[in-house]
């Protein structure tokens, strides 16, 4: 933005703007005399309690604003673009990237590949930290920019480089230094190759990263998404079965490690029990996504495992929270409203829930103890298959409408069909191919209810019951008003 300012778009009624005539259309230019690149600079200048606002008007002229204020009293005012700053792109070509993996023909916004760390911090993005100067290491050490979420993939330089295809790639622990030194949190990502950096490449990044603990707070290992769309890419192989077995094998092996012997020696005790989460002991710190235990075929980590969940945006233990939010929202609706579920005799309800194929077999048994808890109730679950991104691809969040309307017409649906809000765009009711919720139902002639990511709105909707808030836990894009989402 530079001299030109940052254009305001709204002004809050009440507030100190409001109060001294600023307008939406006109810009802030500096705060006490320092030009502002992005929201953390303004964010960290408004915190003093004398202020001086240079403000432009849409007709150019200035006006300096000197402001008397409490320290944690807000100027009141949005701009148009809610980092203040154009985002940073990436400089990778991956060769896991999903993006290089998606058709052509779809919205703009779906092929932004961002890796600014400053949208880790605010909506938590993963980043590579390769596009990254010493300087933006400075701001988030100065701003406390924490947790930062990183993409780390391998801590063997030479392999990064290659995966990345980026020679300045393997830079990467020396950076993570800088932000363990000044005691900077953070999380990790591997997206897992195979033949790449699994096997004993993965375990030489598991016992890298420990060291840096307890600032980096955990890892998830997620195996590699592999669409249709892979003509010209790198040659890619699905994990097998044996092969799933292998990772969760070292994966919790290393936990084990890592609670009993490394917690231990942090405290100085070579025996006795695990020191509390909060006192800054390590936890399981290395986590393996659902995806790995339902390719294994083996029973999920019970919750205590996944450590307060702080992995779930990356697919480590949705199932597990879904299951347990079920299960307490059953009770709770059981014992406050008694047979709330039932329905008239002779009458029932029937619903059906549409989801991806890895979340299928879970869904079923969730809704056989709903219905098995609230009589009257029926749930059919359909797994649908991903004709547009390829049968590889089976997760909700990236089912699109074509492939629900093509799969589900024709069939009994019932009362309701009920979708996850995970195949939607953020705060809209649209799918990845631009086909909105509207268009299902019309085509298949039934209401369609958006569940969100909660257990206790899947009680609700299969039952009928009126939704709980929103909550919007997952997303897959960056959207034209700044929202950055992931798949």
């Known amino acids: 933005m530079g001299s030109s300012g940052h254009r305001i778009r709204t002004v809050d009624e009440d507030s100190i703007a409001y109060e001294l005539g600023v307008l939406p259309g006109m810009s802030v230019v500096s705060v006490n005399g320092?030009?502002?690149?992005?929201?953390?600079?303004?964010?960290?200048?408004?915190?003093?309690?004398h202020v001086d606002v240079l403000i432009r008007e849409e007709s150019g002229e200035e006006t300096l604003l000197e402001i008397d204020k409490d320290e944690d009293e807000d100027f009141g005012v949005s701009f148009d673009s809610s980092l203040m700053d154009s985002y940073r792109s990436c400089s990778n070509h991956c060769i896991f990237c999903f993006i290089d993996q998606?058709?052509?023909?779809?919205?703009?916004?779906?092929?932004?590949?961002?890796?600014?760390?400053?949208?880790s911090f605010l909506q938590g993005n993963y980043v590579t930290l390769t596009n990254m100067s010493g300087r933006d290491i400075d701001r988030i050490i100065r701003y406390r920019m924490e947790p930062i979420n990183i993409s780390v993939q391998t801590t063997n330089p030479e392999l990064r480089a290659r995966m990345l295809h980026n020679r300045f790639a393997g830079d990467l622990l020396g950076k993570m230094r800088r932000l363990k030194d000044a005691h900077i949190a953070m999380n990790g990502q591997i997206?897992?190759?195979?033949?790449?950096?699994?096997?004993?490449?993965?375990?030489?990044?598991?016992?890298d990263l420990t060291a840096f603990l307890p600032e980096m707070q955990s890892v998830s290992v997620v195996p590699v998404g592999l669409s249709r769309y892979r003509e010209g890419l790198t040659p890619?192989?699905?994990?097998t079965r044996e092969d799933a077995c292998e990772v969760i094998d070292m994966i919790e092996r290393w936990q084990v490690k890592i609670m009993k012997e490394m917690a231990a020696s942090w405290h100085g005790q070579q025996d006795g029990p695990v020191p509390d989460f909060a006192q800054g002991a390590p936890r399981h710190f290395i986590h393996a996504s659902d995806e790995w235990y339902i390719l294994a075929g083996r029973e999920l980590p019970e919750k205590e495992r996944y450590d307060g969940f702080v992995q779930y945006e990356n697919g480590v233990g949705m199932l597990r929270l879904l299951e347990d939010e079920t299960n307490r929202a059953i009770s709770d609706l059981a014992g406050e409203r008694g047979e709330i579920g039932d329905l008239p005799r002779g009458r029932k309800r029937v619903v059906t829930s549409a989801t991806g194929?890895?979340?299928?077999?879970y869904i079923r048994e969730l809704a056989r103890r709903i219905c098995g808890a609230f009589p009257g109730n029926e749930v059919r679950v359909r797994a649908i298959r991903n004709d547009f991104f390829g049968e590889r691809i089976t997760v909700a969040g990236l089912i699109t409408g074509g492939d629900l309307i093509a799969q589900l017409k024709g069939q009994e649906i019932g009362d309701e069909l009920l979708i996850p809000v995970t195949m939607l765009k953020r705060d809209e009711r649209v799918f990845l191919d631009d086909v909105t919720v509207e268009d299902v139902g019309r085509e298949l002639?039934?209401?369609?209810?958006?569940?969100?990511?909660?257990g206790e709105d899947l009680v609700r909707a299969v039952i009928g019951l009126e939704p709980v808030k929103e909550e919007g836990r997952q997303s897959y894009e960056q959207t034209d008003s700044g929202d950055c989402w992931e798949a």
């Open 34 to 49: 320092h030009e502002i690149e992005d929201i953390f600079d303004y964010r960290f200048l408004m915190q003093d309690t």
């Open 102 to 119: 998606m058709p052509p023909g779809m919205r703009k916004t779906l092929y932004f590949k961002d890796d600014d760390s400053r949208l």
């Open 191 to 207: 997206v897992l190759c195979r033949g790449w950096n699994d096997g004993p490449e993965l375990e030489r990044s598991i016992r």
């Open 236 to 239: 890619l192989e699905p994990f």
């Open 357 to 361: 194929i890895l979340a299928a077999p």
């Open 445 to 454: 002639g039934v209401p369609v209810r958006v569940v969100q990511d909660s």
